[in-house]
């Protein structure tokens, strides 16, 4: 079959159901705006394997996803989705981009959680944007955004305790939402939660466990994120 989407990290498939579609994770990691690029074995299934746990248990929470259930290794079926061209990214240490940009030294604990908007945009370089860029692109009315920010805050909430369970450290996250293709005034979480789009360090270590392994040449990706997979299960069971 032809793919109805091709990312750096997933491929969309039409299914029999035209209100669901088939995310197929794969193993390419990219880095840096598509500038560094590299293929590992089991990263695909790993991925898939720690956001259908995390999903589960978000759902179990009260937060709607696009989440459907787990077909294979490699892929889940999900909702179709119209996604929102706004990535809402939630820090909680300075690390990466954010200290690049202010030289706040990483590792710094914020007072409360720092909530920043990115246009999705490849060929841009998903730039910084805020509300008011929002409102005058057309990009999410006032009560969505006031939704997304909202949402993601709960989410880094239920996030933070359960990955402290897990002794793991929740630097910063991206997450993105989707309108319902069945009802477009729902909007609900989308794409993937897992090491690729969360910073993760070790609670006793501080060690990386995400895929800053990957863009600082650290080694051992895949160990890191089979890691991190085994203690979600363990604190899932």
Not at 86 to 98: D, M, Q, T
Not at 105 to 120: C, N, T
Not at 187 to 205: F, H, M, N, Q, Y
Request: proline share 3%; glycine share 6%; hydrophobic share 40%.
């Amino acid at each position: 079959m032809t793919p109805l989407y091709e990312g750096k990290a997933k491929r969309l498939w039409a299914t029999d159901n035209p209100d669901t579609l088939r995310m197929e994770f794969k193993d390419d990691a990219t880095a840096f705006d598509g500038k560094k690029k590299a293929q590992f074995e089991n990263k695909g299934r790993l991925n898939n394997a720690i956001s259908t746990l995390i999903y589960g248990m978000l759902e179990k929470e009260g937060i709607p996803t696009h989440f459907v259930r787990q077909i294979d290794d490699t892929n889940v079926e999900v909702h179709k989705v119209e996604i929102l061209k706004v990535e809402v990214i939630v820090r909680n240490l300075a690390a990466g981009s954010f200290s690049r940009r202010t030289g706040i030294a990483e590792g710094h604990v914020f007072s409360r959680p720092v909530v920043e908007f990115s246009y999705k945009s490849d060929e841009l370089g998903d730039p910084l944007i805020n509300d008011d860029y929002i409102r005058e692109m057309g990009l999410a009315t006032p009560e969505e955004l006031a939704h997304l920010r909202k949402s993601a805050l709960k989410v880094n909430e239920l996030l933070c305790a359960f990955f402290a369970k897990c002794g793991l450290n929740l630097v910063d996250f991206k997450l993105e939402f989707g309108r319902l293709a069945t009802d477009p005034s729902v909007i609900v979480l989308a794409d993937e939660i897992s090491p690729d789009g969360c910073r993760l360090w070790d609670l006793k270590t501080g060690e990386k466990m995400d895929k800053d392994r990957f863009r600082r040449d650290l080694g051992n990706v895949m160990e890191a994120y089979e890691e991190v997979l085994g203690r979600v299960r363990q604190n899932l069971a």
